[in-house]
Every structure is written in C-alpha cells, then in structure tokens.
C-alpha cells in the first residue's frame, strides 16, 4: 500500500494529528510494508501592492521581496515542523522510518492550485488521503467563486486514485479513531449497488482495507425505488391491485438488495489486517475474524435520497468509515444530474458524513479490470443478479 496523506502545514494540531491516525487505521499495514508519504502545500507568497505616492524606489522594492522571501522560508520551516511530526507519528504506528517520506510541493494559489499540486503527487499512488473543513454548500460555493474553494472537493473530483476524505475531529468521529487505535472494534460502512463502478469499489476494499480482529463490515445496498401507482382509478378495485403491485415490486427490490449486499458481505469473512484478497489462507483456525454483516436499506429515490440512507446508516451503527465508489463524472454533469436529483452519491456522503469517507473512482481502465471475470467484486456482483433472476421468475410464476 503506497498512500499520500496531505496536510495543512500551520500547525501540527488535533485535526492533522485524526487525519494521520485515520488514514493509518483505515489502510496502512505496517506488517505488509506500507509506504507513507506526507505533503504539505505552501501557501502562496502575499502580493504587495505598492502605493502610488511615492513612486516606488528600488530600495522599496527589495525590501517587499525580502519580506516575501523570509515569510515563504518561514512557511517552508513550519511545514517541515508539521511533516517532521506526522513522520514521527507514522513510525510511532508501526510504520518503518524508511518507508516514510516527506513532501513540501510549491506554492499554489486557491483550492485548486494545491489540489492540483496533491492529484500530480498522488499519480501512480493506492490511496490519497486529504482534510475537510466540513463546509456547507453555500460556504463551499461561495468561497469556490474567489479560489478559496474546497482542496478536498479538488482532489474528490478530479483524482484518479481513490481518496479518503477526513472531516474535523468532533464527538461523534474521535471516538472510533480512538477506539481503532486502542486496538478495539471498529465499524466500516460499505455501500454497494450493481453497477461495474461498484464491482471496482468493492475489489478495491477487499484487497486493501486493513481489518482487525473483532472489526465489523457492515455491507449496505439501497434497494431501488418502484414507480408510485397512480391514484386517480375510479374503481376500488383496480387501484387496490396496483397498490398491491407496487408492494410486491418494493418487496422484490428490497429482497435483490439484500441479496446483492450478502454476496458482497462474503467477500469480506475471514479476512484480517491486509484486505480479503490474501487473508484466507493467513488466519488461524479459531482466530478472532471480522463481522461481516448484510443489509438492504430501504428504497430511496435521487442520489441525495440514497446518500442520505447510507449516512443514516453509519450513524446509526457508529461507523468510522463508510466506503463508496464514484462514476467519475464530470463538473458540468454532475452538477446538471445534481439539479435533477441524480448527482454524485460519493459527494452526498463526503459532505454530510460526519466521520471519514473513502470515495473509489472508477477509471476506464478500473472498469475494464472491474468487468474482467476473475476479479472477486464481479464474481460477487453477477452471482447476486443470477440470484436474483432466479428469484423474480419464481415469482412472475406465483403470479
């Protein structure tokens, strides 16, 4: 596992010190070798803006760029501070010194000039792991409007290894960092459907979650919503037929949900600290193993509806983690399906979630691999929809 965790260079505060922990609990196995590497974007230089009277002398200008110069090394040596901690927390967790490495990138200007600094270091990476400020969407989008946007929003959307968004430490996601780090139970949330985007999230996680002994994986799909019958038959006859269809239907899709999420919650049994993928063979006979639960949550409508079903869920079971894949869809498009109700999930999550988020974004290339047969997420995925067309010709047969 090759991960980059970025971080604000201020201050080595309560929040880098969550995100650092964090991101070491969800995925870095020191026993497996993990390569940690920790970036800090400098802030851009202050532009000073001469007075017109009077006229700017040379003396004048050295001094405005001697200034600038000493606040940039002072900036410089303060990141170093923050990186030199978080390097020290890493081999304090277990990771090896030589498998941890530093980065201050450039100065760049706005959310977007130093996401755009993380994504370029974060290429040919596992795993990128940013803060979030947790801002609301008038906030985001009015600051967005003068380049003091969201950098986690930045790297959500346009990176192409999976990212993991950590929100400010509060009450409600500080104790299962804690409780990770003390060795106890955690909870992790995965959300899948039957898409090939899901089939590569799902491969994703099972080959790189680190779990514990004791951790519990709690599975969840959303089943899909079955169109409303309509109300206006005259008879009483005819309409309690379609109110009995359209309970038929939601009971059909609530039961393909569980079957997907019950395949895919298979994947996840007997694995420990590594991901699913080699975990098998490792455990010990009668050795404490990973929960690894089912459910199907109940039919919702837009992705906001959808979003809101999974949040519900990680609150409600406490989660620390909840993971997701993402489409990948562009600003423009996202933005034009958002209107409709039928924007991004993984956005839903990552900015009403209250503990961490891992987002996986499919590439064409993830889904070229995701659609191959042998990965385990579309073995899953296929033998869930034979079950479950097995399941509605019986049905339609009863009928």
């Keep these: 596992m090759r991960l980059v965790i970025a971080l ?19 995925v870095a196995s020191p026993g497996a070798g993990s390569e940690v590497h920790l970036a800090s974007v400098l802030p851009p230089a202050p532009i000073s803006v001469a007075s017109p009277s009077p006229v700017a002398t040379a003396a004048a200008v050295a001094a405005v760029l001697g200034a600038q110069q000493q606040q940039a090394l002072a900036d410089e040596a303060a990141a170093g501070e923050v990186l030199a901690a978080a390097a020290a927390a890493c081999e304090a967790a277990g990771v090896a010194a030589d498998r941890i490495h530093t980065h201050v990138l450039p100065a760049a200007g706005g959310a977007s000039g130093a996401g755009e600094a993380l994504v370029a270091r974060a290429r040919g990476f596992d795993l990128i792991a940013v803060g979030s400020r947790g801002l609301g969407g008038l906030q985001r989008a009015l600051q967005s409007l003068i380049g003091l946007g969201s950098v986690s929003d930045y790297v959500l959307h346009n990176s192409e290894v999976p990212v993991l968004v950590v929100r400010p430490r509060t ?5 299962p960092a804690a409780a990770a780090a003390a060795g106890k139970p955690r909870v992790i949330v995965v959300a899948v459907d039957a898409s090939a985007h899901s089939a590569h999230a799902l491969d994703w996680a099972a080959s790189h979650l680190r779990l514990q002994p004791r951790d519990e994986v709690r599975v969840v799909s959303v089943a899909a919503a079955a169109p ?48 699913a993928g080699d975990a098998h063979e490792d455990a010990e006979p009668g050795a404490a193993q990973p929960r690894a639960l089912a459910e199907a949550l109940l039919p919702e409508g837009g ?16 989660a620390d983690l ?3 894949g993402s489409r990948g869809m562009g600003a423009f498009k996202r ?15 990552a900015h009403n979630f209250e503990g961490a988020v891992l987002v996986v974004k499919s590439t064409e290339a993830a889904l070229q691999q995701a659609g191959e047969p042998q990965t385990v997420g579309t073995r899953a995925l296929a033998a869930a929809e034979a079950e479950v067309a097995v399941a509605a010709a019986a049905a339609r047969k009863e009928e």
């Design 8 to 26: 604000d260079g201020a201050a080595w505060d309560g929040n880098a010190q969550h995100l650092v922990a964090t991101a070491l609990a969800a």
């Design 303 to 318: 992705a906001s509806d959808v979003g809101a079903a999974v949040v519900k869920c990680g609150l409600r079971e406490g």
């Design 228 to 275: 409303y019958p309509t109300l206006d038959e005259g008879a009483a006859a005819v309409a309690m037929i379609e109110a009995a269809e359209f309970q038929r239907a939601n009971e059909r899709n609530l039961s393909a949900a569980r079957t997907l999420a019950a395949r895919a919650a298979a994947l996840f049994r007997g694995s420990v600290d590594g991901g």
């Design 171 to 175: 009450a409600a996601n500080v104790a």
């Design 335 to 349: 933005a034009a399906m958002g209107m409709l109700g039928l924007g991004s999930v993984s956005d839903h999550l």
């Design 322 to 324: 909840v993971v997701a």
